[in-house]
């Protein structure tokens, strides 16, 4: 006598079994995997931010270099990040809104005693990311920068 026994629901329960498995073994890899992501992509952006600072400076010392009167203009990626800039004697700022961090500062310092002055209808600039062109003019002992 041949009794002929069907597998009711066993097959389920074990690929049930083994789907979750799976996915607590895959969950931490995908959480580290987002925040390595999460942390590079924020370096990048202060980098970024130094960079310009950097290409700021540089075109305001060969302004001085050059002269009274001397003009420049510089075109400038702005990374989303960059919630405002300032500018503070020889210094100018950008404050950087990191979500891991806070708020941090990346400043670069012009090489000679010349002073940064925003041009504009604040003394600040608030949410200025993306491209911008910015002017850079040097007059009176002070470099004038304006968008």
């Known amino acids: 006598m041949n009794i002929k026994i069907e597998p009711r629901g066993q ?32 370096k990048l952006d202060v980098e970024k931010t130094d960079a310009v600072a950097q290409t700021i400076s540089e075109t305001a010392d ?7 009167g001397s003009i ?26 990191l979500p891991e961090l806070g708020t941090i500062d990346v400043v670069e310092l012009l090489n000679n005693d010349i002073n940064f002055q925003l041009v504009g209808p604040t003394k600040d600039w608030e949410e200025i990311s993306g491209m911008q062109n910015i002017m ?4 009176d002992g002070v470099i004038y920068l304006s968008k």
Do not use: C, H, Q
């Not at 850079?136 to 007059?139: K, V």
């Open 72 to 97: 420049s203009s510089v075109s400038i990626f702005i990374p989303s990040r960059v919630k405002k800039i300032e500018v503070k004697n020889n210094a100018i700022i950008f404050l950087i809104d």
């Open 62 to 68: 060969r302004l001085v270099i050059s002269g009274e």
């Open 11 to 42: 097959v389920a329960v074990e690929m049930l079994i083994i789907v979750s498995f799976l996915i607590m073994l895959l969950l931490p890899i995908i959480m580290a995997v987002f925040n390595v992501f999460s942390t590079e992509t924020w």
């Open 136 to 139: 850079l003019n040097y007059s």
